[in-house]
C-alpha cells in the first residue's frame, strides 16, 4: 500500500509557473510507475505526465514541453514543474502510483493508488 499527499496548487496569471508536490508513504516510489493526472470540470481525467518504475518519462501531448515530472527517491516525492501555464490547465492535479512499474500507463484505470487531489486555476 502507499498513500499519496499532493500540495503545491493554487492560483496563478496566465504565463507563469507552479510546482507541484506529491510525497509518498508506504512503500518506495520507484516500486511504482507515477503520473500526474488532471481533471478539469466535466471533462475526463486526463493524463499529464509519468515515469515507470525505471524512469522512462512520458508526457501528455497537451503539457508537452511546458510540464517537467521529476521525483527525490531520497524524500519519496514527485514533482511536476508547470510552467507557460494557461487557463485551459485550470483543473485538479492527482497524484497516482500503480503496480505496472515497467510502463506508464496513460489510463486512469491502470493505477491503485491515488492522492486526494490538488487544484490549480489559471486566470487570464
Known amino acids: 500500500q502507499v498513500q499519496l499527499v499532493e500540495s503545491g496548487g493554487g492560483l496563478v496569471q496566465a504565463g507563469g509557473s507552479l510546482r507541484l508536490s506529491c510525497a509518498a508513504s508506504?512503500?518506495?516510489?520507484?516500486?511504482?510507475?507515477m503520473a500526474w493526472f488532471r481533471q478539469a470540470p466535466g471533462k475526463e481525467r486526463e493524463f499529464a505526465a509519468g515515469?515507470?518504475?525505471?524512469?522512462?518519462?512520458q508526457y501528455g501531448d497537451s503539457v508537452k514541453g511546458r510540464f517537467t515530472i521529476s521525483r527525490d527517491n531520497a524524500k519519496n516525492t514527485v514533482y511536476l514543474q508547470m510552467t507557460s501555464l494557461n487557463p485551459e490547465d485550470t483543473a485538479v492535479y492527482f497524484c497516482?502510483?500503480?503496480?505496472?512499474?515497467?510502463?506508464?500507463?496513460?489510463?486512469?484505470?491502470?493505477?491503485?493508488?491515488w492522492g486526494q487531489g490538488t487544484q490549480v486555476t489559471v486566470s487570464s
Open positions: 497516482a502510483a500503480s503496480v505496472r512499474r515497467a510502463e506508464v500507463p496513460r489510463s486512469p484505470g491502470l493505477y491503485d493508488y
Open positions: 508506504g512503500r518506495a516510489t520507484s516500486n511504482y510507475a
Open positions: 515515469f515507470s518504475g525505471g524512469g522512462f518519462i
